[in-house]
Antibody
Framework: EVQLLESGGGLVQPGGSLRLSCAAS????????MSWVRQAPGKGLEWVSL??????????YYADSVKGRFTISRDNSKNTLYLQMNSLRAEDTALYYC?????????????WGQGTLVTVSS | EIVLTQSPGTLSLSPGERATLSCRAS???????LAWYQQKPGQAPRLLIY???SRATGIPDRFSGSGSGTDFTLTISRLEPEDFAGYYC?????????FGQGTKVEIK
């Protein structure tokens, strides 16, 4: 059974940093693309970042809204996905989901975690 | 960037009725790389439909998808109580992988 468990969310001041983690199990983590998708309170879904699997050399992609501030990475030895978030803004406040991509279409999200809440406020 | 516009924003229907949700893309979605997700309150999204019309594992056949180019539709043939939820379309052909703003299906 595929399981994705996010952690690391919390309250942070504007301009601060936070690192999210997503522990994966139930599938061969290293070969699959993985993404972060966020949802602001009462709003819709916004794709944030994607990292390719081992076959793609771990290519990374970012939404324009986070480019230059967020960094996605993975540790295949620990089956864990990360999102380093710097220079946080109020508009980054959201529930951050970890999502597994399909093997051939990385942007198709077939499994999701339950999310970790990030609140950016002074 | 492909912008997806969903309509209506809210659909008020009774159990047993048919629901038709629309998703329009700002440009043609290549090879019908169009997916639909369902999200219930307090839960993570769940993949329903991919490649415009293919149901994901475990999705009942009352859910169907259709369309091509820039116009896509999710149809729920007969609404069950558990189908009242939010629905999002998404294109997954290339980065950035964007979502529509969502349609809420609520009990009338």
């Amino acid at each position: 059974e595929v399981q994705l468990l996010e952690s690391g969310g919390g309250l942070v001041q504007p301009g601060g940093s936070l690192r999210l983690s997503c522990a994966a199990s139930g599938f061969t983590f290293r070969i699959y693309p993985m993404s972060w998708v966020r949802q602001a309170p009462g709003k819709g879904l916004e794709w944030v970042s994607l990292i390719g699997g081992s076959g793609s050399g771990g290519s990374t992609y970012y939404a324009d809204s986070v480019k230059g501030r967020f960094t996605i990475s993975r540790d295949n030895s620990k089956n864990t996905l990360y999102l380093q978030m710097n220079s946080l803004r109020a508009e980054d406040t959201a529930l951050y989901y970890c999502a597994k991509g399909a093997l051939d279409y990385g942007g198709l999200f077939d499994y999701w975690g339950q999310g970790t809440l990030v609140t950016v406020s002074s | 960037e492909i912008v997806l516009t969903q309509s209506p924003g809210t659909l008020s229907l009774s159990p047993g009725e048919r629901a038709t949700l629309s998703c329009r893309a700002s440009q043609s979605v290549s090879s019908s790389y169009l997916a639909w997700y369902q999200q219930k309150p307090g839960q993570a999204p769940r993949l329903l439909i991919y490649a415009t019309s293919s149901r994901a594992t475990g999705i009942p056949d009352r859910f169907s998808g259709s369309g091509s180019g820039t116009d896509f539709t999710l149809t729920i043939s007969r609404l069950e109580p558990e189908d009242f939820a939010g629905y999002y379309c998404q294109h997954y052909g290339s980065s950035p992988w964007t979502f529509g703003q969502g349609t809420k299906v609520e009990i009338k």
